[in-house]
């Protein structure tokens, strides 16, 4: 059975750092992409950073370019997002999420997600 189980959210004041975790369990070789996805009360799920397995290219979201690092350790099947100088527009349930493509409806396997709460 397939699981992706988030953690390492938390409250943290404005322009500290997170580093998300994602542990990967029942792994299948049809995933071609991991990413992470968030989203924030009264808005759409939106994409933060994805890794494509194929040449691990990464994509980032603009509003987080600079600032988050999606990073991979294969040994231990875990995915993480280090987020930096965060904002208060970073506030969200953070998803990590699996599939064979990389956009949101491409994904089919998806954690129940860990809160990111900002401080000013």
């Known amino acids: 059975q397939v699981r992706l189980a988030e953690s390492g959210g938390g409250s943290v004041q404005a322009g500290g750092s997170l580093r998300l975790s994602c542990e990967v369990s029942g792994y299948t070789n049809s995933w071609n992409c991991v990413g992470w996805f968030r989203q924030s009360p009264g808005k759409e799920r939106e994409g933060v950073a994805s890794i494509y397995i194929g040449d691990y290219s990464t994509y980032y979201a603009d509003s987080v370019k600079g600032r988050f690092i999606i990073s991979q350790d294969n040994a231990e099947k875990t995915l993480f997002l280090q987020m930096n100088s965060l904002k208060a527009e970073d506030a969200a349930m953070y998803y990590c999420?699996?599939?064979?493509?990389?956009?949101?409806?491409?994904?089919?396997?998806w954690g129940k997600g860990t809160l990111v709460t900002i401080s000013s």
């Open positions: 999420a699996a599939g064979e493509y990389c956009p949101e409806s491409e994904m089919n396997y």
